[in-house]
């Protein structure tokens, strides 16, 4: 089980939170404008890293707010905490192999 | 001592090095990627073709499942592509000449709330139209095919009932690939272990070779059944999958007397558990939620299931966890697969059977390797195709199948 640090409520169990996949993802700017590629994009197709992937989590039995980590999709560790609509924080020195971006 | 062993019995498939050039590459040597193989070279003559597997033979998802086997999907594309499936298991241990221990004790699905029912007997009512086998049973029935089975209203969630497909079973999933691997190698395939692909070499929009930890291999065309790793494997070469991979578990108790005739699965209260040929109870249930290739997840996933099949299976309470593990499945939205042509020229992909791409062995490497030879899907994988998140014709098995697996 995963322990994760709530910004909020410090370290707890992973069956309080709920997942919410990769963050970062922009509800489109003009989606008037999107052809049937870009909303499959938007709809279907989200990064599946392999290594360091940015996430969201909702403290659900919690604080019930959303927040981001990053974590190894490979080990799990928890590499960073950090608040919705913040950037991602930069922790790698060098990106892992396989890594989306 | 050694002169006093027998002689070595003959291997099963040889490993051979990998040759400069092929006609067709396949990476990964699970199920998926054998039976390919092998329908590759029964059906259409391939036979200057390898299979890459970065680790050892099937020891991915094929290693790690629980090997139900089942064809009562609700919607026509599906129900079409596993009951074919589901066909070739039952001529496959003759035609591969090996007896796998196809066994077709029969699958159930549980209803434990009036909106399962109402669910189920729609799909019974599909299946029966599709040409597959599916009946209602009442939970006096239920409890007649499986006397283990708890249908008294002293729990959370009774059983209502359930739909039955007697045609449905298990097998024995390194025996079945071991059997493919057996027959591609006679047919001429070369079967490459601990050959990992680390890149693809392009000529333009067209794939021409794979990089690999033993060297570069050119070929004509390339077939991904990488399972779990697909995802990493379109990103070598250049364009996206709508896949995310989840660590999905399962576990086995110790030894027991045959207590459990059939297979029975819940989606509700989510289990499925059927007994191996050996005796263990093998159990599973859905995937851990966040997304992982770590082969491993969360044990309070395990502790749930268990929890249901104690309930469901008073007797349950007193075998044993003897082992747990975790493969990586690589989900769609749709929970259906994705086997078909893709943005790039001469490379195919076969992935997306997540949590339930065990029963569809037979017939994955019957379309997919028809898609590889003649560059177009066979019309059984057609409806499966990547464009179908463009064109929004899903294939929404979510909760229509019953549950995973
Ligand atoms: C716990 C569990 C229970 C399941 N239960 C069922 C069930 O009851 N019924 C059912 O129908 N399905 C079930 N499934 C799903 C089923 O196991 C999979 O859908 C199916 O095995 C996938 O096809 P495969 O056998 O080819 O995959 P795999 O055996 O995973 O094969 C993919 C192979 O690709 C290799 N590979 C990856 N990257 C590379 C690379 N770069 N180079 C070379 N090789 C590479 C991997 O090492 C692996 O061997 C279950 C899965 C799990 C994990
Ligand atoms: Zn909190």
Redesign the interface.
């Given at each position: 089980?995963?322990l994760i640090s709530c910004p909020n409520c410090g370290p707890r169990?992973?069956?309080e939170f709920?997942?919410g996949?990769q963050a970062h993802v922009a509800y489109p700017e003009n989606p008037n404008q999107l052809n049937?590629?870009e909303?499959?994009?938007y709809?279907?197709?989200?990064d599946?890293?392999?290594g360091t992937?940015a996430?969201r989590w909702v403290h659900s039995t919690g604080c019930r707010q959303w927040f981001n980590i990053l974590?190894d999709?490979?080990?799990?560790d928890i590499k960073a905490v950090y608040p919705m609509g913040a950037l991602r924080p930069d922790t790698t020195p060098a990106a892992p192999e396989?890594a989306?971006k | 001592m050694a002169d006093l062993l027998p002689e070595h019995p003959e291997f099963l498939w040889h490993n051979p090095d990998p040759k400069p050039s092929y006609d067709a590459v396949i990476v990964g040597g699970g199920g998926h990627g054998l039976a390919t193989a092998y329908f590759l070279a029964k059906n259409h003559g391939m036979t200057n073709i390898a299979v890459l597997e970065k680790g050892w033979l099937a020891g991915g998802n094929m290693a790690r499942n629980t090997t139900i086997i089942r064809s009562n999907y609700l919607w026509d594309e599906s129900a079409a592509i596993y009951e074919h499936a589901l066909k070739l298991w039952e001529i496959l241990p003759e035609e591969l000449e090996y007896d796998f221990l196809f066994s077709q004790r029969g699958v159930m699905n549980l209803a434990h709330t009036l909106g399962d029912v109402r669910e189920s007997m729609r799909r019974v009512g599909a299946n029966k139209l599709n040409g597959v086998d599916a009946e209602w049973l009442d939970p006096q029935q239920v409890k007649e095919l499986c006397p283990i089975l708890n249908i008294s209203d002293n729990i959370r969630y009774p059983v209502m009932g359930a739909t039955y497909q007697p045609r449905a079973g298990i097998a024995k999933h390194d025996h079945v690939a071991w059997a493919f691997a057996r027959k591609c190698d006679e047919l001429g395939v070369d079967i490459i272990q601990n050959c990992e692909v680390t890149g693809f070499v392009k000529d333009g929009n067209r794939v021409v070779g794979v990089k690999t930890n033993r060297g570069t291999i050119n070929t004509e065309k390339v077939g991904l059944c990488a399972a779990g790793?697909s995802?990493?494997l379109a990103?070598m070469a250049g364009f996206?999958?709508?896949?995310?991979?989840h660590p999905l578990q399962a576990l086995v108790s110790e030894l027991h007397e045959p207590v459990h005739p059939t297979v029975v699965m819940s989606n509700h209260v989510h289990v499925y558990v059927s007994q191996a040929h050996k005796g263990e109870l093998v159990m599973g249930a859905g995937v851990d939620?966040?997304?992982?290739?770590?082969q491993r997840g969360?044990?309070?996933v395990i502790e749930q299931q268990m929890a249901a099949a104690v309930e469901l299976f008073p007797i349950f309470a007193r075998a044993h966890v003897l082992r747990t593990w975790g493969g990586i499945v690589d989900t769609?939205?749709d929970a259906s697969p994705i086997v078909g042509t893709t943005p790039v020229e001469n490379m195919f992909v076969n992935c997306g059977w997540g949590t339930g791409g065990f029963k569809g062995t037979p017939a994955a490497g019957l379309t997919f390797a028809h898609t590889i030879a003649t560059g177009a899907p066979h019309k059984l994988n057609a409806p499966f195709s990547l464009e179908r998140?463009?064109?929004?014709a899903l294939i929404d098995e979510h909760g229509a199948a019953a549950v995973a697996h």
């Amino acid at each position: 089980m995963l322990l994760i640090s709530c910004p909020n409520c410090g370290p707890r169990d992973e069956t309080e939170f709920h997942y919410g996949g990769q963050a970062h993802v922009a509800y489109p700017e003009n989606p008037n404008q999107l052809n049937d590629r870009e909303w499959a994009e938007y709809l279907f197709y989200r990064d599946n890293t392999k290594g360091t992937f940015a996430e969201r989590w909702v403290h659900s039995t919690g604080c019930r707010q959303w927040f981001n980590i990053l974590r190894d999709t490979v080990s799990y560790d928890i590499k960073a905490v950090y608040p919705m609509g913040a950037l991602r924080p930069d922790t790698t020195p060098a990106a892992p192999e396989g890594a989306a971006k | 001592m050694a002169d006093l062993l027998p002689e070595h019995p003959e291997f099963l498939w040889h490993n051979p090095d990998p040759k400069p050039s092929y006609d067709a590459v396949i990476v990964g040597g699970g199920g998926h990627g054998l039976a390919t193989a092998y329908f590759l070279a029964k059906n259409h003559g391939m036979t200057n073709i390898a299979v890459l597997e970065k680790g050892w033979l099937a020891g991915g998802n094929m290693a790690r499942n629980t090997t139900i086997i089942r064809s009562n999907y609700l919607w026509d594309e599906s129900a079409a592509i596993y009951e074919h499936a589901l066909k070739l298991w039952e001529i496959l241990p003759e035609e591969l000449e090996y007896d796998f221990l196809f066994s077709q004790r029969g699958v159930m699905n549980l209803a434990h709330t009036l909106g399962d029912v109402r669910e189920s007997m729609r799909r019974v009512g599909a299946n029966k139209l599709n040409g597959v086998d599916a009946e209602w049973l009442d939970p006096q029935q239920v409890k007649e095919l499986c006397p283990i089975l708890n249908i008294s209203d002293n729990i959370r969630y009774p059983v209502m009932g359930a739909t039955y497909q007697p045609r449905a079973g298990i097998a024995k999933h390194d025996h079945v690939a071991w059997a493919f691997a057996r027959k591609c190698d006679e047919l001429g395939v070369d079967i490459i272990q601990n050959c990992e692909v680390t890149g693809f070499v392009k000529d333009g929009n067209r794939v021409v070779g794979v990089k690999t930890n033993r060297g570069t291999i050119n070929t004509e065309k390339v077939g991904l059944c990488a399972a779990g790793h697909s995802s990493v494997l379109a990103e070598m070469a250049g364009f996206r999958l709508p896949i995310q991979s989840h660590p999905l578990q399962a576990l086995v108790s110790e030894l027991h007397e045959p207590v459990h005739p059939t297979v029975v699965m819940s989606n509700h209260v989510h289990v499925y558990v059927s007994q191996a040929h050996k005796g263990e109870l093998v159990m599973g249930a859905g995937v851990d939620s966040y997304n992982g290739y770590g082969q491993r997840g969360s044990f309070h996933v395990i502790e749930q299931q268990m929890a249901a099949a104690v309930e469901l299976f008073p007797i349950f309470a007193r075998a044993h966890v003897l082992r747990t593990w975790g493969g990586i499945v690589d989900t769609t939205l749709d929970a259906s697969p994705i086997v078909g042509t893709t943005p790039v020229e001469n490379m195919f992909v076969n992935c997306g059977w997540g949590t339930g791409g065990f029963k569809g062995t037979p017939a994955a490497g019957l379309t997919f390797a028809h898609t590889i030879a003649t560059g177009a899907p066979h019309k059984l994988n057609a409806p499966f195709s990547l464009e179908r998140f463009e064109t929004g014709a899903l294939i929404d098995e979510h909760g229509a199948a019953a549950v995973a697996h």
